[in-house]
């Protein structure tokens, strides 16, 4: 539904949520890479014995406080008033090309740093890129809240350009995190040929869309197929206990983590308080709740890979439920679950 906008004279216009979106996207993560690199020079590393290494524990716990406490909230805000102002401005028509220019501008300073590979020195150029990105996007945005911008008519009939570049570059940002090594190229090109079906297809082909009385029967199946495609039970074997091979590595990778879980929850059973007499490092509510269902089911690996598969099933399952009733089509949604599940 249109939104009244106050800033000029209660001139109706539409809401622009991607537009949004994007600069908020963009801009908490240009922040984020301005103070990455002086946090970690201020906070010196902790020295631990060896055979481990220094770590940066401290650092980062500041870097995941600021992310989400101060940067994401401040990206929110600042971009709403920043998209309400472009659009009550001279140059609404800006919003998209601009919102894409600086996805465009954040994601491939990702990539360029990533290829250049310049090791010690890594975090201090991704701040000084991105240092550079905001003072030249800063004033662009600014200059588009105002008067009309005959010079940037340019990036208007060029949206779909934009949009586009900006797509890429931000599927290559996250694909510069991983490994060209370990990427499954069939999938790979089998997820591209699709999407670029899907794209092709959109606003070309009309599926049949169901009535009320299929739809929610049809939500419902979907729903319970979510759930059970999600379960995967996280039980391990040890070596030569089967006619199975086992892998002592995974074996010993998963008991040890269990084992976090079980010896907090066993002892919080027989009368300990967490934080008082035991601790976890995989939270407080989680063990209790992990507790009570040993009331009920009798404490081992087993039932806690249970416990932790129908937790899993059931976020996924809730994920459906929740996009269904923020108004996205059942295709799509459909989809975007296949996608997570897979």
């Known amino acids: 539904m249109p939104e009244t906008n106050p800033l000029r004279g209660g001139a109706d216009r539409a809401a622009h949520l991607p537009a949004t979106i994007a600069l908020a996207a963009s801009g908490i993560l240009l922040g ?5 690199a ?3 020079a201020a906070i010196p590393p902790v020295q631990v014995p060896e055979p481990l290494v220094p770590h940066h524990q401290p650092a980062e716990n500041l870097l995941y406080g600021l992310a989400f406490f101060v940067l994401l909230p401040l990206g929110a805000w600042l971009s709403v008033r920043l998209a309400d ?3 009550a401005g001279g ?3 800006l919003i998209g090309p601009l919102a894409g220019c600086s996805v465009l501008v954040a994601a491939s300073l990702l990539v360029v740093t990533r290829l250049l590979d310049p090791g010690s020195h890594l975090l201090w150029i991704q701040a000084g890129l991105a240092l550079i990105a905001i003072l030249i996007l800063g004033p662009m945005l600014w200059r588009a809240c105002g008067d009309e911008w005959p010079a940037a008519r340019f990036l208007e009939d060029h949206t779909f350009t934009v949009a586009c570049l900006s797509g890429v570059a931000t599927v290559l940002a996250v694909a510069s995190l991983g490994y060209p090594s370990r990427v499954d190229w069939p999938w790979l090109l089998a997820g591209l040929t699709v999407a670029g079906g899907v794209a092709w297809s959109f606003g070309r082909v009309r599926l049949p869309r169901p009535s009320r009385r299929w739809g929610r029967p049809l939500d419902a199946a979907i729903l319970v197929l979510v759930v059970l495609a999600v379960p995967d039970l996280i039980i391990f074997q040890g070596v030569g206990e089967t006619w199975e091979p086992g892998n002592p590595f995974l074996t010993y990778v998963t008991g040890f983590h ?9 002892q919080i059973l027989n009368g300990a308080a967490l934080l008082v007499d035991t601790v976890s490092q995989y939270g407080v509510v989680s063990i ?3 507790a009570a269902f040993f009331k009920v089911a009798p404490i081992g690996n087993g039932t806690l890979g249970f416990f932790d598969a129908s937790l899993t099933a059931l976020t996924f399952g809730a994920g459906y439920a929740i996009l269904r009733m923020a108004g996205v089509g059942r295709l799509f949604a459909t989809a975007t ?6």
Do not use: K, T
């Not at 984020?32 to 990455?36: N, Q, T």
């Not at 084992?259 to 066993?266: D, K, P, Q, V």
């Not at 679950?337 to 897979?342: D, F, L, N, P, S």
């Open 337 to 342: 679950m296949a996608v997570a599940v897979v």
């Open 38 to 40: 002086p946090i970690h």
């Open 32 to 36: 984020f890479l301005v103070l990455l």
């Open 258 to 266: 269990q084992s976090l879980y079980l010896g907090a929850a066993s």
């Open 91 to 93: 140059n609404p028509d």
């Open 288 to 290: 209790y709740l992990l």
């Open 85 to 87: 102002r472009l659009l």
